[in-house]
């Protein structure tokens, strides 16, 4: 209440109580004084409720200004915030060869990309057909049309990857009932439809060594199956990787990683064994190929950069690299497994010259065949019964080279010799492949051209398509020519 009000209230009982008693009827006068003091209780009330209306007012007034200063704060901080957001919060552009998206802290990277190869391939298989003819197949295909993004969010410690590939695959495909006999077939129009590769996530603990990866990942197995498909010397991988350590095959998994970015690192977990790519959790043979999977393998660096042991040959390397690498990994199925060892090693020098070689060797408590490789995905084939669910042992020996002449032309070659058990009865399981060809790099690894040839004196007793060899098991011999151009953006 105001001061104002209550002046006007004393003052108007003052008044009251001071009135002269004139002579006149007592009670007439009685009468009128109560009338004025009626009158003026009702003037005060209307006052008190006009004062108490104001004071409402007011305080909402004022209630409505602090909420309007709130909001006005809170907006304006939001501003100022997405301001810094737009001008110094993120910022985009090219940086180390990579399209990058990224906080200025660093803590937010994205880095997206693309991959394409192109081929035209010619396969020669000696001696056939039927009388004695060699069977020709030429044509284009799309090896690879890959893509994806990776980098780290919310520290630098915490990265990812994500890949898919588009799947070469189409024609038909087999309808099986309960018990898994063949029904009949459908249309397969799966051809250039995305299928996740890789897909990982990786977490430095902190204030150590050690790392965390798990998702579909590369076994920790051999370096060349290691290797991006990006940063290969030849247009593929070897047949070595690809027969004998998963080749582009992929797993599920969880590993741990030490590297304290010194001579040696490790990295070994537990796998849903080889070839489990795009798999659910249930065990053979309902699903997957393994029950699970134990992998490892451990690398020295002797001299050299880490930077330039991503690559199979010796493009931009600026002083001498020596790495060696062994690498194991334990798959079982059912009442059966195998073991696969490796020891590998990678010289490159800033002179242009670059080698490298391994040993592979596959111990299986019961045969049950050679996984391959297709443009559908991996299969397996009836083994021989001669070692179908016996004990056995292949190895493969591999050694490849190459020269860099002024950062642009590249000659290599490559030699495998393989012992192949659990193929086809009849089939000759020594297999040789040499591999010659010569590299053209217009922007290094991002702009090549790679026209190879490869030949198999006494051919393959299996499909080995990432590599567009074709069975041809009776021991005449088998060329493969390949032209590609590579894209990496």
Request: hydrophobic residues 35%; proline residues 3%.
């Amino acid at each position: 209440m105001s001061n104002r009000f209550r002046f006007m209230k004393a003052a108007a009982m003052a008044i009251a109580l001071c009135t002269p008693a004139f002579a006149a009827d007592p009670a007439t006068q009685a009468d009128d004084t109560a009338q004025e003091i009626k009158a003026l209780r009702a003037r005060l009330d209307q006052l008190e409720a006009q004062q108490k209306e104001s004071d409402l007012k007011r305080q909402g007034a004022e209630r409505k200004l602090e909420e309007s200063a709130t909001v006005g704060s809170v907006l304006k901080e939001a501003q100022s915030r997405d301001n810094l957001m737009a001008v110094e919060g993120f910022t985009a552009g090219f940086t180390e060869n990579r399209f990058v998206i990224q906080s200025a802290d660093g803590n937010f990277v994205f880095r997206p990309w693309l991959h394409l190869q192109f081929r035209d391939v010619t396969n020669d298989r000696q001696n056939f057909k039927k009388g004695g003819d060699d069977d020709w197949e030429n044509g284009f295909e799309v090896r690879r049309m890959r893509f994806g993004f990776d980098g780290n969010a919310f520290t630098p410690d915490f990265t990812y990857f994500f890949n898919w590939a588009t799947v070469r695959a189409s024609g038909t495909a087999n309808v099986t009932n309960s018990a898994g006999a063949k029904i009949g077939t459908v249309s397969n129009n799966l051809g250039g439809a995305p299928l996740l590769e890789e897909a990982w996530v990786k977490y430095k603990l902190p204030s150590s060594d050690f790392y965390i990866k798990g998702g579909q990942i590369k076994d920790p197995l051999l370096h060349d199956q290691i290797v991006s498909s990006r940063y290969q010397q030849s247009t593929e991988r070897s047949l070595t990787a690809d027969i004998f350590a998963n080749g582009d095959a992929f797993t599920e998994g969880v590993t741990l990683i030490w590297d304290p970015k010194g001579a040696v690192r490790t990295e070994g977990g537990i796998t849903h064994g080889l070839r489990s790519a795009n798999t659910n959790f249930l065990d053979f043979p309902n699903t997957n190929a393994f029950n699970y999977g134990v992998a490892g393998r451990v690398e020295y660096k002797v001299m050299g950069q880490w930077k330039d042991y991503s690559q199979i040959g010796g493009f931009g390397v600026k002083e001498p690299l020596l790495v060696f690498g062994g690498g194991i990994d334990y798959s079982e199925r059912g009442h059966s497994g195998q073991t696969v060892g490796v020891i590998d090693a990678q010289y490159a020098d800033q002179h242009g010259f670059n080698a490298y070689g391994a040993v592979v060797d596959r111990y299986t408590t019961h045969n049950f065949g050679i996984y391959t490789q297709s443009a559908a995905g991996a299969s397996i084939g009836t083994p021989d019964p001669a070692v179908a669910n016996h004990a056995t042992n292949e190895y493969s020996l591999m050694l490849q080279g190459g020269y860099d002449i002024d950062q642009h032309w590249e000659p290599f070659g490559r030699y495998e010799y393989m012992r192949l058990q659990g193929t086809a009865a009849g089939s000759r399981n020594y297999v040789q492949a040499l591999t010659g060809g010569v590299n053209y790099y217009f922007v290094g690894h991002r702009a090549k051209f790679t026209a190879q040839a490869t030949y198999l004196p006494n051919g393959i007793p299996i499909d080995e398509t990432p590599n567009d060899v074709l069975t041809n098991g009776g021991g005449h011999g088998e060329f493969v020519f390949v032209a590609q151009f590579q894209l990496l953006l």
